[in-house]
């Protein structure tokens, strides 16, 4: 599985905004092949801080994910409302069964 932890600080004027593309881009990122799960959250110290967690399949999955124009899109219709650059990492995991 394929962990991606991403997050961007918006401009406090644009949070409502940055909001809603960011959601409307989870919801659509979660129909694509091999997302297991695409969430955002907001930065319980700061608001205008928004954090994107999402696990994949396979880096193939998540490199098709990166392909697809309203990713592209996303990414520039949420960098222009940006009060710092985006970072993401990413991390190939295994899940640990606890009993």
């Known amino acids: ?28 990122s979660r129909a694509e092949p091999g997302c297991i799960s695409h969430a955002v959250h907001a930065d319980a110290e700061n608001p205008n801080r928004l954090v994107f967690v999402e696990r994949w399949e396979s880096m193939s999955a998540l490199e098709q994910h990166f392909q697809v124009p309203a990713s592209g899109e996303f990414i520039t219709r949420l960098g222009s409302l940006t009060s710092t650059a985006p970072e993401m990492n990413i991390y190939q995991s295994s899940e640990i069964k606890r009993h």
């Open 1 to 28: 599985m394929v962990i991606v932890i991403g997050s961007i600080t918006v401009q406090t004027e644009s949070l409502a905004d940055a909001l809603k593309i960011s959601q409307e881009h989870v919801v659509r």
